[in-house]
Each structure stands twice: as structure tokens, then as C-alpha cells.
């Protein structure tokens, strides 16, 4: 096999397994009801405080629109607070709730361990090796 036919294979199955990996990691008895999309919307609201939905959906790449649809679903899974900001009540704030921070400290967990696993395999050398390939690689795709 060549070197492009094996990276294709490599990088589709990577994905693909991470996603898997990772929707069972997230999916315990106690967040049963959050989806991986759920997650990456509790992690990019953060621990930080009370965010401006457009800054949320900016940092997550989506529209606004999109991102309501998200929060509602969170707001009724009491994963997150909404409020009108007091200054501009035009401007909607979330933050998260406590269960919101527990599961963000979980999905955190998850990628600590997951990076930590795959670190403990490669020396300092093949560390930044591989830094340096995901780097261009993670670009190669923000800009494609």
C-alpha cells in the first residue's frame, strides 16, 4: 500500500473511531442524555461564566440559529442557563448549570485520557513530530 492509500485509511478510520470512542465515553448511566454535539456545545460555553450566544456560535462555527436549537435542548436537559444580558437585553447569555460543569469536567476527563494514553506510547521526538503533523493537518482542514 502506498503512503496515500495508507494516511486515507488511517485518517478515516481515526475519525471515525474517535467519534465512536468518544460518544461511549461521554454516554454514562449519569449523562445518558447528552450526544457528542451536546458536549462540544457544554465545552464551548466553558467554565469561565455567562458567554453571548454569537461569541458561543462563533467559536463552535455554526450560526446563531443553530446554536438556539442546541441550548434549548440543553436548557430543558438543565445542562445550561439562559438569561437576557442586563445591559442590552437584545443579547442573550449561557452559562453553565452545575450538572452542565460536572459534565464538562467529565468530557474533560475523557480527552485528558485520551491524549495521555497516546503520548505515554511516542517518545519527546515522535511527541513533537507528531504535534507538528496534527498542527498542519488540523490547518489543512480549517481552510479546505
Known amino acids: 500500500m502506498d503512503i496515500n492509500s495508507t494516511l486515507n485509511d488511517v485518517l478515516v478510520r481515526l475519525f471515525r473511531n474517535v467519534n465512536v470512542i468518544e460518544e461511549r465515553a461521554i454516554r454514562t448511566e449519569e449523562y445518558k442524555d447528552v450526544t457528542t454535539n451536546d458536549m462540544h456545545v457544554i465545552e464551548a460555553i466553558g467554565m469561565e461564566g455567562a458567554r453571548n450566544m454569537t461569541s458561543v456560535a462563533r467559536?463552535?462555527?455554526?450560526?446563531?440559529?443553530?446554536?438556539?436549537?442546541a441550548v434549548n435542548s440543553l436548557v430543558k436537559k438543565g445542562y445550561v442557563d439562559r438569561v437576557r444580558s442586563e445591559e442590552d437585553r437584545r443579547v442573550v447569555l449561557v452559562s453553565l448549570?452545575?450538572?452542565?460543569?460536572?459534565?464538562?469536567?467529565?468530557?474533560?476527563?475523557?480527552?485528558?485520557q485520551m491524549i495521555d494514553s497516546v503520548v505515554a506510547e511516542l517518545t519527546e521526538e515522535e511527541q513533537r513530530v507528531l504535534e507538528k503533523a496534527l498542527v498542519k493537518l488540523n490547518h489543512f482542514f480549517r481552510v479546505n
Open 59 to 69: 467559536s463552535l462555527e455554526v450560526t446563531t440559529g443553530t446554536l438556539t436549537i
Open 97 to 112: 448549570s452545575d450538572k452542565g460543569r460536572r459534565a464538562y469536567l467529565h468530557h474533560r476527563r475523557f480527552h485528558e
